[in-house]
């Protein structure tokens, strides 16, 4: 499996930590060298205007002595960490303090020139190449009557400035370093809450790709992926619940297909080599036809659900009159009544209701409830269809007082090919589709059919239909 969204999300980590570097090595120790130079420059300036408007002028005009001035800058020298000079403007060193005072000894910057200074208040450089090392340098000149007499300027190490910059760089690049490990707690969380759950939604999915839905995936949060899991879980189990009906069903098919087919053959076989005698070939001949019949049923009652299935909604809704349906479906069933000496009793409420159904789906369904009824109905009973209006619905009962349904069946009544013991002994041309095709048509009416049954007492199978709007007008 390739594992491209773990190495997409490394690689989003990895460039974030290159260019946050590559930005911060370019700029971060620009910005720092020239705040420091600033800061120092900027201090060291007022300085050196402070000692030019009162020691260094005061010492042009002799108000106090070369040795009284060099005894107040040796303790700021030691303070501010740099050499401090007065120049004459010639270049000529008045005062140095970092060298003792010696008169006879002259000290000139050579290629001292004022105006190479201007237009900044300080200098980066060796000061005319006075220095073997780099110096930052400020000037700062000393004024009386309007004239320039000398100039008080301060030299400090460049190279201190720049370790500060180093130290502080360092301390920054720490910082970043710090950070990014930090960072990769997102790594562990991504890692954590999105990676590993995918990878097993993934694994999951391979395996119900190979047919394998009974495998177990098991949501492990709440989140969006859990409920990812959850829903594709589900998804599974219900192709593997559909697949298990689907093969049950192919069971049952083939097996009421079998049933007549063997029994037909055997009969034929029996004729034809004489075991059944020709007297009796009538008698057989029957029963190889019914059990054709059954063979017809049986065929059409599962045309019939796959059409239901997939035409689903498809259905000729009209407004008609329920209680002329009820009747006649009734009387169709006069003869298999009167052989069994069952009295059909219909009470419907009004001269005529008006529904609005398929007529020809309701009359079937009518067909089954009152066939079964019949069926499995003992002689000389009763069955009653009785029709109530309830909020815009009608209910439609069929009941019977026959051999009822055990407690733990009634949930099955309604699937394909269920047919309960008892009535396996009873009725052997019952296919066992009826009740499943009777809900099917229900269901793509979006109307409910539901039994209520005693076993050994009887049976009442009620469904509702929707009045039609047209009853208000009458
Ligand atoms: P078919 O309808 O194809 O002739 P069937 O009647 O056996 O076959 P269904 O109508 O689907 O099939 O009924 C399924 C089973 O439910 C029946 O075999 C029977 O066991 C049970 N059943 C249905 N209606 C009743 C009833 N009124 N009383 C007792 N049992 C019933
Ligand atoms: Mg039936």
């Known amino acids: 499996m390739k594992r491209t969204i773990y190495l997409k999300f490394l690689l989003g980590y990895a460039i974030f ?36 408007d009162t020691y260094a002028s005061k010492l042009y005009t002799s108000e106090i002595s070369l040795e009284t001035v060099k005894e107040q800058l040796n303790a700021l020298t030691v303070f501010l960490d740099a050499d401090i000079w007065i120049l004459n403007p010639s270049g000529r060193m008045v005062l140095d303090s970092a060298h003792p005072v010696d008169i006879e000894e002259v000290q000139i910057v050579e290629g001292f020139d004022p105006a190479g200074v201007a237009g900044s208040y300080y200098v980066i450089g060796n000061f005319f190449d006075y220095f073997d090392t780099t110096k930052l340098t400020v000037m700062a000149p000393i004024m009386s009557n309007y004239q320039i007499n000398g100039y008080v300027v301060i030299h400090s190490d460049y190279s201190s400035i720049l370790d500060s910059c180093y130290s502080l760089q360092g301390a920054i690049y720490l910082c970043f370093g710090i950070l990014f490990l930090l960072s990769l707690i997102i790594l562990i969380f991504f890692t954590g809450f999105v990676y590993i759950p995918l990878r097993k939604i993934t694994k999951a999915t391979e395996q119900y790709a190979t047919g394998n839905y009974h495998y177990e995936l098991q949501p492990d949060s ?29 069971a049952n098919v083939s097996h009421d297909f079998r049933s007549p087919l063997t029994s037909i053959r055997g009969y034929l076989e029996a004729m034809l080599d004489g075991t059944i005698p020709p007297e009796l070939h009538e008698k057989y ?64 409420t009004g001269d005529e209701m008006l529904v609005h159904a398929d007529m020809g789906k309701i009359q079937q369904v009518l067909y089954n409830l009152l066939d079964n009824a019949i069926k499995f109905s003992h002689m000389d009973s ?93």
Not at 17 to 46: C, K, N, W
Not at 231 to 243: D, H, K, N, V
Not at 304 to 320: A, E, I, S, V, W
Request: aromatic fraction near 8%; hydrophobic fraction near 35%.
């Open 382 to 474: 009763n069955i009653k269809i009785e029709t109530t209006e309830k909020k815009n619905k009608l209910h439609i009962s069929v009941k019977d007082y026959g051999i009822g349904i055990p407690k733990d069946e009634i949930k099955l009544v309604w699937d394909r090919f269920y047919k309960s013991d008892a009535s396996r002994g009873k009725d052997k041309k019952g296919t066992g589709l009826g009740l499943a095709i009777t809900k099917e048509i229900m269901q793509s009416h979006g109307e409910n059919i539901n039994v209520i049954s005693t076993q050994g007492a009887g049976s009442e199978f009620i469904f509702t239909l929707p009045i039609s709007e047209k009853m208000e007008e009458m």
């Open 222 to 250: 709440s989140d969006e992926i859990g409920y990812l899991a959850s829903i594709l879980s589900y998804m599974a189990s219900e192709i593997a619940r559909s697949e298990d009906d689907q093969k049950k069903f192919v």
């Open 17 to 52: 930590g290159i260019f946050s570097y590559v930005l911060i090595a370019t700029y971060v120790p620009d910005m720092l060298t020239r705040y420091f130079v600033h800061e120092e420059s900027s201090s060291l300036y007022q300085e050196a205007v402070l000692i030019a």
């Open 285 to 348: 001949l029957r029963i190889v036809l019914n059990e054709t019949e059954r063979l017809t049923k049986l065929t059409n009652g599962l045309l019939q659900l796959n059409n239901l299935n997939t035409k689903g909604l498809l259905l000729d809704k009209t407004h008609f009159g329920i209680n002329k349906v009820i009747r006649d479906t009734a009387a169709s069933f006069e003869g298999t009544c009167q052989k069994k000496n069952i009295k059909l009793q219909l009470l419907l």
